[in-house]
Structure formats: structure tokens, C-alpha cells
T-cell receptor
């Protein structure tokens, strides 16, 4: 079953504005990751936040994790047109042995208008 | 992170034929490789997990006889879509893992169109 659910499904903003995307999940997790996907391309890993962390920064990205609410948010500050992409959260859980499974949310399509 | 390539990047095939997609880990020994499918404007759905030298573990609802996965070496996994149907048209993405198993590095994807 789909673990992560992002909202909004689509977000359109002007260059320079901040973009916030949210992700909710249903079961306990080890880590939560955010990925970016340009149209028709593979995924690029943005940031990983562990279940015992509450906030993490990487450049213009800020991720928060609230395990009590089973939710995470991704904030992109001072957005640029090049940030236009789909953003997915993914939760991981052990699937047997040393294998983990990533379960992806439905994604948020971010459009940054110049 | 690891550099992962997929070949071909896109392929068109006729219904009933088989098509093979390669996933290569160029600079990384991938003990585990994953295959995902992504339909337009949808999320990635895990199809199967393969460990080098072992049989792949398929997700529920994925036909193992239709989607043949071979992970023969630490740098190469192949996905063969057999007897392709138009509904198999999708974007297929592989990922590799060799360290902490939750760290996966993704290939650029292969667009399959079955006519």
C-alpha cells in the first residue's frame, strides 16, 4: 500500500518564493527521504532524515519530521526556475534480512515561474 | 553517490515481443538492485528486489514469469519484459544499493512503449 502521501499534488509559485511540501505516512519508519525527479528522468536524492531527528538542513532545503503526527515537510527557500520538478518522499522499512524497501508517496509537482 | 546507467533510455516494441532493459552500476558494487515502475504522473512502485547471485523477490501483484530479473554480477541487473502488452508501457527505473540498504541510487529510467 502507498505509504507516503504528499500534499499539495501540485504547487505553482514565483521565483524567489518559498515552497513547502508535506508528506504523511502510516506506519513506523526508520528514515524518511526526499527525492526530486525532473520530467522523464530518474530520481535525485535530496535529503534523508532519521526517525530520531526532527529537522535537517541542506543548502536551501529544510526538512522536518514529526513522528507523532507521522508527517514530514520539505521547504525550499528562495526558489529558482530550475527547481521545477516533482518531489517525492519515501519511507523505508526492513523487508527481510538486510533488505529495506522504499515506499514512495504520490509526489508534488512544483512549478517555479520565472 | 553511485553512478547508475540504464539502457536503453527508451524503447518501442510490438505487442507479444520481449524487451530487455539493463541497469549498470558504473562505480559501485551493488549487492542489491531494485526495479520500479512508474506510470505517467504517478509515483514509483517497487516491482522487485534482487540480491546478486540470488533469485529476485517480487512484490505482490508483479508476475515473476512476465518480468524476468537477472542480477548476475555486482554491476549489472537486467529486467526482461516478456510477451509485452500495451499496458506494460511505463517508465522503468532501477536503483542500486551496496551500503546501508536504505540508501539507493537511481538510474535515469527507461521509457517502454508497447504498440
Amino acid at each position: 500500500s502507498q505509504q507516503g502521501e504528499e500534499d499539495p499534488q501540485a504547487l505553482s509559485i514565483q521565483e524567489g518564493e518559498n515552497a513547502t511540501m508535506n508528506c504523511s505516512y502510516k506506519t513506523s519508519i526508520n528514515n524518511l527521504q526526499w527525492y526530486r525527479q525532473n520530467s522523464g528522468r530518474g530520481l535525485v536524492h535530496l535529503i534523508l532524515i532519521r526517525s530520531n531527528e526532527r529537522e535537517k538542513h541542506s543548502g536551501r532545503l529544510r526538512v522536518t519530521l514529526d513522528t507523532s503526527k507521522k508527517s514530514s515537510s520539505l521547504l525550499i527557500t528562495a526558489s529558482r526556475a530550475a527547481d521545477t520538478a516533482s518531489y517525492f518522499c519515501a519511507t523505508d522499512r526492513r523487508s527481510g534480512g538486510s533488505n529495506y524497501k522504499l515506499t514512495f508517496g504520490k509526489g508534488t509537482l512544483l512549478t517555479v515561474n520565472p | 553517490g553511485a553512478v547508475v546507467s540504464q539502457h536503453p533510455s527508451w524503447v518501442i516494441c510490438k505487442s507479444g515481443t520481449s524487451v530487455k532493459i539493463e541497469c549498470r552500476s558504473l562505480d559501485f558494487q551493488a549487492t542489491t538492485m531494485f526495479w520500479y515502475r512508474q506510470f505517467p504522473k504517478q509515483s514509483l512502485m517497487l516491482m522487485a528486489t534482487s540480491n546478486e547471485g540470488s533469485k529476485a523477490t517480487y512484490e505482490q501483484g508483479v508476475e515473476k514469469d512476465k518480468f524476468l530479473i537477472n542480477h548476475a554480477s555486482l554491476t549489472l541487473s537486467t529486467l526482461t519484459v516478456t510477451s509485452a502488452h500495451p499496458e506494460d508501457s511505463s517508465f522503468y527505473i532501477c536503483s542500486v544499493s551496496g551500503g546501508p540498504a536504505y540508501e539507493q541510487y537511481f538510474g535515469p529510467g527507461t521509457r517502454l512503449t508497447v504498440t
